[in-house]
């Protein structure tokens, strides 16, 4: 089997987390900066890490609404399409993934871990950790057979 990326779309950072060949285990991975060369990064990413699918976490209000955040979400997801459309690319599946709550789990998360102040502080960490909280319901979904969210 190939991996999985799981990507935690900010304005400013894309946290990237990546699956086990198994697609069992999530692993946090790094920050890419949401600049012009984004997409540069992400197909590199999918090239090294053989990756066959994406999990994009789509943030629904408590309502489960859409909102701004998920709008930003939406077009980032139609400029990623855009940009796999090629071969060997255009054989990759995405799929959203509700990730409310991730960002407040990743803050429990460090601080359960000890996780010194000073390391907490640097947002770069919760985007990471998020990407990687949302992959691995993704992943554990999957061993129940839950529904995703895509269109």
Known sequence: MAKILGIDHGAVRIGIAVSDESSSIAFGREIFLNNKDIFV???????????????????????????????????????LKNALSESPFNKITII???????????GDSMLESGMKKKKRQQKGNIDIISASLMLQSYLDSRKKNLPDISE
Request: no cysteine; charged share 35%; glycine share 4%.
């Open 41 to 79: 990064k992400i197909k590199k990413f999918i090239s090294d890490e053989h990756i066959n699918q994406i999990v994009i976490g789509y943030p629904l209000t408590l309502k489960g609404e859409r909102s701004e955040q998920t709008l930003a979400v939406e077009k980032f997801e139609t400029d």
């Open 96 to 106: 959203r993934w509700d990730e409310r709550f991730t960002s407040k789990m990743a």
